[in-house]
């Protein structure tokens, strides 16, 4: 009895899956790819940012991409302009991003305090050291990329205010006044919290890592597919000569 069998037609269907889905493979590896070379060369240009002389503050607003430029910041803190950047995570404890408005050349910045575990409950915010007063720090500015699922701060409480994202133009809504776009960490000896300085979310490392990965699932989905092909075709041969 012969064996169910597949048709021309069905081995033509087969190569047109096979390149399609061979293609996307591909596709995403080379996406992967560029993606790499681009944090690649923002990973060089953030060090050397890293040995640039500090640039006044006001400057960082006229640059494209000021991540990684060391200003000098003279300044007063606003009272009650606290906020606390909700599911943060730091060397296994899960906390939040503690930031608070200042005021310096006229204009209004966030300033970072940095890492705040979080206390057992939801309900109870951690107590923040916030700075008070007129200040002089050096720091270094970075400006924080968009959550492309959900970008809305969903504030929580008053002062500070427990927040989902550092959407810097709503926060401005919340408070009535114009928040400047870059954030402001200092570079301070003894800060009192840690400071993850996360400039590039994923490095290029990873990014040829993944690519790597797609480029050898297309390889092996494409040996695969060949091999089956092939097998049907003999099969289809021997079965014509019966």
């Given amino acids: 009895m012969l064996r169910p069998r597949l048709s021309p037609l069905q081995i033509l269907s087969l190569s047109v899956i ?3 889905v061979f ?3 591909f596709k995403l590896g080379l996406w992967q790819l560029d993606r790499g070379y681009q944090k690649e060369r923002l990973e060089h240009s953030l060090v050397e940012r890293a040995t640039l002389p500090a640039v006044p503050l006001i400057e960082t607003l006229t640059t494209s991409d ?3 430029l060391s200003v000098i ?3 007063r803190a606003i009272p009650e302009g606290y906020l606390l950047l909700d599911n943060q995570v730091h ?4 906390g ?15 300033l970072e305090r940095g890492f705040v575990a979080a206390p057992a409950s939801r309900s109870v915010l951690p107590k923040v050291n916030w700075v008070h007063g007129d200040f002089v720090y050096r720091g270094r500015v970075y400006q924080r990329s968009e959550n492309p699922l959900s970008n809305d701060i969903d504030p929580e409480f008053i002062a500070p205010y427990r ?4 959407n810097i133009e709503q926060i401005s809504q919340l408070y009535g006044i114009e928040i400047q776009p870059v954030v402001i960490q200092p570079q301070v000896q003894d800060w009192p919290y840690p400071q993850p300085w996360v400039p590039v979310p994923l490095s290029s490392t990873k990014h040829f890592g993944y690519a790597t990965q797609w480029f050898m699932l297309a390889a092996v989905f ?7 092909t092939v097998k049907a075709f003999n099969k289809h041969r021997k079965q014509r000569g019966v």
């Fill in 163 to 166: 927040i989902q994202n550092l």
């Fill in 73 to 75: 910041v003279s300044g």
């Fill in 18 to 20: 096979t390149v399609v």
């Fill in 66 to 68: 000021p991540t990684g």
């Fill in 91 to 94: 060397k296994g404890k899960v």
């Fill in 96 to 110: 939040y991003l503690a930031y608070q408005l200042i005021e310096s050349q006229e204009r209004y910045w966030l």
């Fill in 222 to 228: 494409l040996g695969l597919m060949l091999w089956v």
């Fill in 23 to 25: 293609s996307i493979l």
